[in-house]
């Protein structure tokens, strides 16, 4: 049982990974102008019971130095009593940084963006768990009562609405964490399920929503479910949130400018400055030694070294982020926010040095052979 529940939490975690790795920064890139407002437009119906809202956002694509749209949809929750905290942007002293979203027992702060459809910059008031069911509000969610009974009907008063899409900076939003929220963070999650991963590769592939292209309408502003990108059930984007005019001269510079495929880079983790900079972690091939027993071993030693090293990326990374806020509340200067930015280097370079040597300590061993003249009392223990 303890087998099956470390490999979930690995597929969790090794989930989480590849969706920072698309949304955080590269080296060498730094994020200067922010993301477009939140295009308005209407949720499609949810699809069944228990499924939560996830909201539409803007996500950045560094071979194009351009966002683009991540349609909201709707996901089956990973487990009963989960809710999806969003993720979000905010202006960190210099760049703009991506705070990925996660699932947990409740809603935590996802910037005070007001995404709509229960999300109105705290907590969330589109539906409720009880027990094994989750019950939609059906006076901020598009439910069928056809099709879903689960439902209930509260009215939320004193919305504002702003259709900004970060926070801090020049212009965004100016909500802080509460203790409670801090407290929540800190806490264990799971990222997004591999649906929503799915829903963001897709959205990358697809030129039309690109901020540069759709000028912050996207044609595909929500999906019913992930990866529905196609039918008549795809909602279009009604209106831009604001008027969006992309720096004309983001592309300068650029090798890769003109390039249909450009490469990725940030191959070599020896340049990474943030665990969120490093390649996800590969899942290790099963060991195929020869010996059965031995192999599961392996195997299960593996998924546990590999769990455990996820979690520490995840720790350094909240702790860096905390460091940055702390400057940022501090107004540091160039010089100081440099030094910072080389001691988080250094730590994330430590970090992989020492799971590299972890994992080559790990690596299976062929078998001995038995020698049939040596006796069973002198073989080497496995």
């Not at 560094?62 to 969003?86: E, L, N, R």
């Not at 993720?87 to 703009?96: E, K, M, P, Q, V």
């Not at 929500?222 to 992309?246: C, S």
């Not at 460091?323 to 250094?346: G, P, T, W």
């Amino acid at each position: 049982m303890r087998n099956g529940i470390a490999g979930r939490t690995l597929l969790f975690a090794l989930l989480v990974l590849a969706t920072s790795i698309s949304a955080y920064s590269q080296v060498g890139f730094m994020i200067t102008f922010g993301p477009p407002a939140l295009p308005v437009y209407e949720q499609p119906l949810c699809p069944g019971e228990n499924y939560i809202w996830a909201p539409g956002y803007w996500a950045f694509d560094y071979d194009y130095d351009d966002y683009y749209w991540v349609p909201g949809t709707w996901v089956m929750a990973p487990q009963p009593g989960f809710y999806w905290t969003p993720g979000y942007w905010a202006w960190a002293g210099d760049r703009f940084f991506f705070h990925d979203g996660y699932w947990g027992p409740e809603v935590g702060f996802y910037g005070g963006i007001v995404y709509g459809f229960g999300y109105f910059g705290d907590g969330y008031v589109g539906g409720r768990w009880d027990h094994d069911r989750f019950f939609y509000n059906r006076a901020v969610t598009n439910v069928n009562v056809t099709i879903v009974h689960n439902v209930y009907n509260t009215t939320v008063n004193n919305i504002t609405v702003n259709r900004v899409s970060y926070n801090g900076g020049n212009g965004g939003i100016m909500a802080r964490a509460t203790a409670r929220q801090e407290e929540f963070e800190r806490q264990r999650h799971m990222g997004p399920v591999e649906a929503q991963v799915q829903q963001v590769r897709d959205a990358r592939g697809n030129r039309d929503l690109r901020a540069s292209v759709n000028e912050g309408r996207p044609p595909i502003a929500a999906t019913p479910m992930p990866g529905k990108f196609n039918g008549r059930d795809v909602v279009r984007a009604r209106e831009a949130g604001a008027p969006y005019h992309p720096p004309a001269n983001r592309m300068a510079g650029r090798q890769d400018q003109g390039n249909p495929n450009p490469p990725r880079g940030n191959e070599n983790w020896r340049n990474a400055v943030h665990p969120r900079d490093l390649p996800p972690m590969e899942r290790q091939a099963a060991p195929n030694t020869g010996d059965a027993r031995r192999d599961q071993k392996a195997q299960q030693q593996q998924e546990k070294l590999q769990a455990k090293q996820e979690q520490e990326r995840q720790k350094l990374e909240q702790k860096q982020e905390r460091d940055d806020r702390k400057q940022e509340q501090q107004h540091a200067d160039d010089a100081r926010r440099q030094q910072m930015e080389q001691r988080h280097q250094q730590q994330t370079q430590q970090m992989q040095e020492r799971h590299s040597q972890q994992q080559q300590r790990l690596e299976p061993r062929p078998p001995e052979h038995r020698s049939e003249n040596r006796p069973p009392s002198q073989e080497r223990p496995h």
